[in-house]
């Protein structure tokens, strides 16, 4: 096996050896095994998860083993030769001679971008895994779908919970399974700096980004003449930020569509805004037959069964499930924790605890993402979004149960510093943010 040159040390594959100016440097077996991994992507990012599974195959280990393994080969070839890109992996910085195809372009070639891209003609399939049949969203995917055929960029608006990131997970699995649909998946929930997203798009569309542009200005040279779906689920947090970024790699592209999930529009013109609106319940006089074809009673009851297999929607059940599908106003995330609670405590007394709601409906965090595991983490995620004022007109309009006329809502929320003008559209803001439903009448509830 050839001789690999990474910056100036020199790398024997043979026999293991990582040399300085011909003379042998001591690092430890994983660090090399690291060190190839990341000789074979010169200037490229490389996933925590193929550096893990590359170096540690078939092994369970701690994660805290590969910062570790970074920083030794830092301490070697120098702090710059490893860039740390947060929450996704690794990219090696020296130029790499003799890796095999490719490996010779050093860190940063732009000249790496034509190839990146070619790849893309073939069908790209990223998305996260689908556990479980979406309920009562057919129209829902059909719409979205339509309204992708005609804008290039669409966003799925709606409340904590509501469903916006299973019906986008949907509508690209379905898109991909179209021969030669390219089509990635990227969550944002946990960046928290707007410079990270292009890192974490390249990373999941497989192309590398030259470090002598902006990242979105090297994004949109890699994607220019790409046909691609790529959805951005978790927005919200950095929706200010990103919303001109997003509109001008839609512009600059050709065939780019995107499609994000936010609690709130990103503003900018040529958007789509679909808002997503809780599952339908039954009325309080629908018979029990009738209540059970609404989609609300149709996924808790899926829910609830797999929890329980002996879990039977009937006539004897019905009437208190959909009074429990009431009162959580067809959430569908609200619906799913309170159907886990139906094995230890039954459907009778989870209705009777619905009014401590928040304590009540709490599951341990799934897939790593904490607010969506209770109600209550949700929540606060949702408005710590809020500036002060917001908060404090959310925080009045809790004295309101049931719906409201956005006249009697701005008297209410009126004081000195708020006058029915501005209480109006902080009101609005709080409709466009999620937290706050506009009913389909007229007038406006």
Not at 22 to 45: N, Q, S, T
Not at 58 to 85: F, H, K
Not at 258 to 283: C, H, K, N, W
Not at 373 to 391: C, D, V
């Amino acid at each position: 096996m050839q001789l690999i040159r990474i910056g100036a040390f020199e790398v024997d594959p043979t026999e293991r050896q990582l040399r300085a100016g011909g003379r042998p440097v001591e690092i430890g077996a994983r660090a090399f095994d690291l060190l190839l991994v990341l000789a074979e992507h010169p200037g490229r990012l490389v996933s925590k998860a193929t550096l893990l599974e590359r170096v540690w195959p078939r092994l369970v280990v701690d994660e805290n083993n590969l910062p570790a393994q970074i920083a030794s080969l830092r301490r070697v070839l120098g702090a710059g030769a490893i860039r740390t890109v947060p929450g996704f992996g690794y990219r090696l910085e020296l130029a790499v001679a003799g890796a095999g195809p490719g490996a010779a372009a050093p860190a940063g070639d732009p000249s790496a971008a034509p190839a990146a891209a070619a790849a893309l003609s073939v069908a790209r399939r990223t998305w996260p895994d689908r556990l479980v049949p979406l309920v009562g969203r057919e129209e829902d995917l059909r719409d979205v779908d339509a309204a992708l055929e005609r804008a290039c960029l669409v966003t799925i608006v709606g409340g904590l919970g509501v469903g916006k990131t299973r019906l986008a997970q949907e509508l690209l699995a379905r898109r991909a399974d179209v021969p030669g649909t390219a089509a990635a998946w990227v969550s944002l929930a946990s960046l928290e700096d707007v410079q990270h997203v292009p890192s974490a798009i390249a990373l999941a569309v497989g192309v590398s980004l030259s470090d002598r542009v902006d990242g979105f200005a090297a994004l949109r040279h890699a994607l220019e003449d790409q046909s691609l779906l790529l959805i951005l689920d978790g927005v919200e947090h950095l929706a200010g930020a990103l919303a001109a970024p997003l509109a001008a790699l839609v512009s600059q592209t050709r065939a780019l569509r995107i499609l994000v999930t936010s609690q709130a529009p990103l503003g900018v013109a040529g958007e789509t805004v679909y808002r997503l609106m809780p599952l339908p319940v039954p009325p309080a006089d629908a018979p029990g037959a009738d209540a059970a074809a609404y989609p609300a009673l149709a996924l808790f009851a899926q829910r609830a069964a797999a929890a329980d297999r002996r879990f039977v929607l009937s006539a004897s059940n019905a009437a208190h499930v959909g009074a429990i599908c009431r009162r959580l106003d067809g959430n569908p995330l609200a619906l799913e924790l309170a159907a886990a609670r139906v094995p230890s405590i039954g459907v009778g007394a989870l209705l009777e605890r619905l009014d401590d709601r928040f304590r009540l409906l709490k599951l341990s965090a799934r897939n790593g993402e904490p607010r969506h595991g209770a109600l209550q983490t949700a929540f606060e995620w949702s408005y710590g979004l809020l500036t002060a004022a917001e908060q404090r007109v959310f925080n009045r309009l809790g004295a309101f149960a049931g719906n409201f006329s956005l006249e009697t809502a701005s008297t209410a929320v009126a004081d000195a510093d708020t006058d029915a003008a501005v209480a109006i559209d902080l009101i609005g803001r709080l409709v466009d943010r999620s937290l706050v439903t506009a009913l389909p009448v007229e007038p406006p509830r």
